[in-house]
Protein backbone atom coordinates (compact mmCIF):
# COMPACT_ATOMS: atom_id res chain seq x y z
CA UNK A 1 0.00 0.00 0.00
CA UNK A 2 2.98 2.10 0.60
CA UNK A 3 4.03 2.24 -3.06
CA UNK A 4 -0.22 3.35 -3.83
CA UNK A 5 0.50 6.25 -1.70
CA UNK A 6 4.12 7.28 -2.43
CA UNK A 7 2.84 7.36 -6.54
CA UNK A 8 -0.21 8.84 -6.10
CA UNK A 9 0.15 12.99 -6.17
CA UNK A 10 -3.48 13.97 -4.62
CA UNK A 11 -2.17 12.90 -1.31
CA UNK A 12 0.83 15.87 0.30
CA UNK A 13 4.19 14.93 1.55
CA UNK A 14 5.09 15.77 4.73
CA UNK A 15 7.34 18.43 3.13
CA UNK A 16 4.50 19.85 0.70
CA UNK A 17 2.27 19.97 4.32
CA UNK A 18 5.20 22.23 6.01
CA UNK A 19 6.09 24.39 3.24
CA UNK A 20 1.72 24.89 2.28
CA UNK A 21 1.54 25.84 6.51
CA UNK A 22 4.82 28.45 5.84
CA UNK A 23 2.95 30.20 2.58
CA UNK A 24 -0.45 30.66 4.80
CA UNK A 25 1.30 31.73 8.16
CA UNK A 26 3.17 33.74 6.14
CA UNK A 27 1.17 35.41 3.57
CA UNK A 28 3.87 38.07 2.55
CA UNK A 29 6.39 35.37 1.20
CA UNK A 30 3.72 34.16 -1.75
CA UNK A 31 5.89 34.80 -4.86
CA UNK A 32 3.93 33.44 -7.50
CA UNK A 33 0.07 32.53 -8.57
CA UNK A 34 0.47 28.91 -7.52
CA UNK A 35 1.33 29.73 -4.09
CA UNK A 36 -1.32 32.49 -4.02
CA UNK A 37 -3.60 29.82 -4.40
CA UNK A 38 -2.61 27.74 -1.48
CA UNK A 39 -3.91 30.88 0.53
CA UNK A 40 -7.06 31.68 -1.24
CA UNK A 41 -8.29 27.76 -0.95
CA UNK A 42 -6.47 26.52 2.45
CA UNK A 43 -6.72 27.68 5.70
CA UNK A 44 -5.23 26.34 8.94
CA UNK A 45 -6.90 24.76 11.76
CA UNK A 46 -5.17 23.85 15.12
CA UNK A 47 -6.16 20.51 16.85
CA UNK A 48 -4.99 20.08 20.39
CA UNK A 49 -1.40 21.93 19.53
CA UNK A 50 -1.24 20.40 15.76
CA UNK A 51 -1.43 22.45 12.78
CA UNK A 52 -4.04 20.66 10.27
CA UNK A 53 -4.57 22.43 6.80
CA UNK A 54 -8.49 22.50 5.75
CA UNK A 55 -10.03 23.48 2.83
CA UNK A 56 -11.88 26.70 2.71
CA UNK A 57 -14.74 25.79 1.02
CA UNK A 58 -16.08 22.62 3.01
CA UNK A 59 -13.73 22.58 6.19
CA UNK A 60 -12.24 18.95 4.61
CA UNK A 61 -8.50 18.86 6.28
CA UNK A 62 -5.36 17.71 3.36
CA UNK A 63 -4.11 14.49 4.88
CA UNK A 64 -0.92 13.40 4.08
CA UNK A 65 1.51 10.52 2.97
CA UNK A 66 2.05 9.09 6.48
CA UNK A 67 -1.03 10.03 7.94
CA UNK A 68 -3.06 8.19 4.99
CA UNK A 69 -2.50 4.59 5.90
CA UNK A 70 -3.89 5.28 9.77
CA UNK A 71 -6.75 7.56 8.38
CA UNK A 72 -7.77 4.57 5.89
CA UNK A 73 -7.15 1.76 8.71
CA UNK A 74 -9.50 3.39 11.22
CA UNK A 75 -12.31 3.97 8.83
CA UNK A 76 -12.39 0.90 7.31
CA UNK A 77 -12.39 -0.48 11.27
CA UNK A 78 -14.96 2.20 12.15
CA UNK A 79 -17.04 1.05 9.45
CA UNK A 80 -17.30 -2.73 10.30
CA UNK A 81 -15.14 -3.67 7.57
CA UNK A 82 -17.55 -2.40 4.84
CA UNK A 83 -16.77 -2.06 1.50
CA UNK A 84 -14.62 0.23 -0.56
CA UNK A 85 -17.29 2.67 -0.98
CA UNK A 86 -18.34 2.68 2.34
CA UNK A 87 -15.16 3.22 3.64
CA UNK A 88 -14.63 5.98 0.95
CA UNK A 89 -17.64 7.74 2.32
CA UNK A 90 -16.16 7.70 6.01
CA UNK A 91 -13.21 9.52 4.79
CA UNK A 92 -14.65 11.95 2.45
CA UNK A 93 -16.60 13.03 5.31
CA UNK A 94 -13.54 14.36 7.29
CA UNK A 95 -10.78 13.92 4.15
CA UNK A 96 -10.12 15.93 1.18
CA UNK A 97 -7.54 14.49 -0.82
CA UNK A 98 -7.23 10.65 -0.42
CA UNK A 99 -8.54 8.50 -3.22
CA UNK A 100 -10.70 5.49 -4.25
CA UNK A 101 -7.11 3.60 -5.47
CA UNK A 102 -5.58 3.47 -2.29
CA UNK A 103 -8.39 2.68 -0.28
CA UNK A 104 -9.38 -0.13 -2.77
CA UNK A 105 -5.74 -0.72 -2.27
CA UNK A 106 -6.01 -0.81 1.58
CA UNK A 107 -9.08 -3.38 1.15
CA UNK A 108 -7.76 -5.92 -1.06
CA UNK A 109 -4.91 -6.33 1.35
CA UNK A 110 -7.15 -5.98 4.68
CA UNK A 111 -6.68 -9.71 5.98
CA UNK A 112 -10.44 -9.64 7.87
CA UNK A 113 -12.30 -8.98 4.38
CA UNK A 114 -9.96 -11.68 2.81
CA UNK A 115 -10.98 -14.05 5.29
CA UNK A 116 -14.79 -13.05 5.01
CA UNK A 117 -14.70 -13.32 0.85
CA UNK A 118 -13.06 -16.46 1.42
CA UNK A 119 -15.71 -18.21 3.46
CA UNK A 120 -18.00 -16.76 0.94
CA UNK A 121 -16.85 -18.71 -2.13
CA UNK A 122 -19.74 -21.05 -2.42
CA UNK A 123 -23.60 -19.71 -2.54
CA UNK A 124 -25.33 -20.94 1.21
CA UNK A 125 -27.46 -24.31 0.30
CA UNK A 126 -24.88 -25.38 -2.74
CA UNK A 127 -23.24 -28.96 -2.39
CA UNK A 128 -20.32 -29.95 -4.41
CA UNK A 129 -20.86 -33.60 -5.18
CA UNK A 130 -17.80 -35.14 -7.19
CA UNK A 131 -18.60 -37.93 -9.56
CA UNK A 132 -16.09 -40.76 -8.79
CA UNK A 133 -15.37 -42.68 -11.77
CA UNK A 134 -12.83 -45.25 -12.38
CA UNK A 135 -12.28 -45.28 -15.51
CA UNK A 136 -11.91 -41.99 -18.70
CA UNK A 137 -15.44 -41.23 -20.14
CA UNK A 138 -16.95 -43.94 -17.64
CA UNK A 139 -20.14 -41.01 -16.51
CA UNK A 140 -21.36 -37.87 -18.03
CA UNK A 141 -23.66 -35.30 -16.28
CA UNK A 142 -26.16 -33.28 -17.90
CA UNK A 143 -27.98 -30.25 -16.09
CA UNK A 144 -31.02 -29.58 -17.63
CA UNK A 145 -32.69 -26.19 -17.61
CA UNK A 146 -35.84 -24.75 -18.58
Known amino acids: MEKVIAENNSI ?15 GNAIKNNSEYRFLREY ?3 SLGGVDKIAK ?11 EAPVIIRNSHAETGHGGEKVTLAKIKG ?9 VKEYISRCEICCEKKRKRETAPGMVFKPIVVEDFNDRAQIDLVN
Open 56 to 66: KNNGLYMATKS
Open 94 to 102: LYNNIPMAV
Open 43 to 45: KVI
Open 12 to 26: WTEDHNEFVLGLIRD
